[in-house]
């Protein structure tokens, strides 16, 4: 369910389940992870492109399984859950490598959380984000509450979070959710085009520029999402 390609230095890792619009299910999300530590290991990867197939970027999780599991107060199992999403963005953000997300579509929940952790997010004219935990009653993983207000403003991150509506793409781009919007048939050679231009560029320099562009924004990212809580822990 993840299809990873590497060619001309640009390695394209695909969440792979169309017709549950990429909803992580089984290993999904372990299977991500070690993509993208594999991608951050190959001396012949220069940047990173994250995408989902057919017409969604990735829905999120399981809604059934996550509602059951705070129904059933199961922390233990929902911690893991909760971990493998931290491990993701962290993950993106320590690698000396770009990641690009390209939003095909839908990026909700955990899907959304996963665009907003890249370093740079292009998406078509028909994506839709949105921050949809709140909507199971599940505080939001994957780094939500860490990244939105820094991309959006604190604010507007609350109205997005506390709601959990879809932002569609014009939207999106206003308030600093994603950073291009483009047609989605142009959309893969739009991506490709970013994505070459940084991997003609001197590797070295570019990961001595994201070092500290990183630590600008996530000095205490790390700590801040390994703090979460399942909502179905007990008081």
């Given at each position: 369910m993840i299809r990873t390609?590497?060619?001309?230095?640009?390695?394209?890792?695909?969440?792979?389940r169309p017709e549950k619009l990429n909803a992580f299910s089984g290993t999904m999300r372990e299977d991500l992870l070690a993509a993208l530590r594999a991608a951050a290991d190959d001396g012949d990867c220069r940047v990173?492109?994250?995408?989902?197939?057919?017409?969604?970027?990735?829905?999120?999780?399981?809604?059934?399984?996550?509602?059951?599991?705070?129904?059933?107060?199961?922390?233990?199992?929902?911690?893991?859950l909760l971990d493998a999403g931290r491990d993701v963005v962290t993950t993106i953000a320590e690698m000396p490598k770009p990641v690009v997300a390209s939003v095909n579509g839908i990026a909700a929940g955990a899907g959304c959380n996963l665009a907003l952790a890249c370093d740079y997010r292009i998406a078509s004219d028909t994506a839709k984000l949105g921050e949809t935990f709140v909507k199971i009653g599940i505080h939001p993983d994957w780094g939500g509450t860490w990244f939105l207000p820094r991309l959006v403003g604190p604010s507007r991150a609350m109205e997005l979070l506390t709601t959990g509506r879809m932002?569609?793409?014009?939207?999106?781009?206003?308030?600093?959710?994603?950073?291009?919007?483009?047609?989605l048939a142009e959309l893969p050679s739009q991506t490709a085009a970013l994505a070459t231009a940084i991997a003609q560029g001197p590797p070295q320099a570019i990961a001595d520029i994201k070092r500290p562009m990183t630590c600008a924004r996530s000095r205490s990212m790390s700590?801040?999402?390994?703090?979460?809580?399942?909502?179905c822990c007990p008081h």
């Amino acid at each position: 369910m993840i299809r990873t390609q590497t060619q001309n230095h640009i390695t394209t890792i695909t969440l792979d389940r169309p017709e549950k619009l990429n909803a992580f299910s089984g290993t999904m999300r372990e299977d991500l992870l070690a993509a993208l530590r594999a991608a951050a290991d190959d001396g012949d990867c220069r940047v990173v492109v994250v995408t989902g197939a057919g017409r969604a970027f990735c829905a999120g999780g399981d809604v059934e399984y996550m509602s059951g599991l705070q129904k059933n107060r199961d922390v233990d199992a929902f911690r893991k859950l909760l971990d493998a999403g931290r491990d993701v963005v962290t993950t993106i953000a320590e690698m000396p490598k770009p990641v690009v997300a390209s939003v095909n579509g839908i990026a909700a929940g955990a899907g959304c959380n996963l665009a907003l952790a890249c370093d740079y997010r292009i998406a078509s004219d028909t994506a839709k984000l949105g921050e949809t935990f709140v909507k199971i009653g599940i505080h939001p993983d994957w780094g939500g509450t860490w990244f939105l207000p820094r991309l959006v403003g604190p604010s507007r991150a609350m109205e997005l979070l506390t709601t959990g509506r879809m932002v569609d793409a014009a939207e999106a781009l206003a308030i600093g959710m994603v950073d291009r919007v483009v047609p989605l048939a142009e959309l893969p050679s739009q991506t490709a085009a970013l994505a070459t231009a940084i991997a003609q560029g001197p590797p070295q320099a570019i990961a001595d520029i994201k070092r500290p562009m990183t630590c600008a924004r996530s000095r205490s990212m790390s700590s801040r999402i390994g703090r979460q809580r399942p909502h179905c822990c007990p008081h």
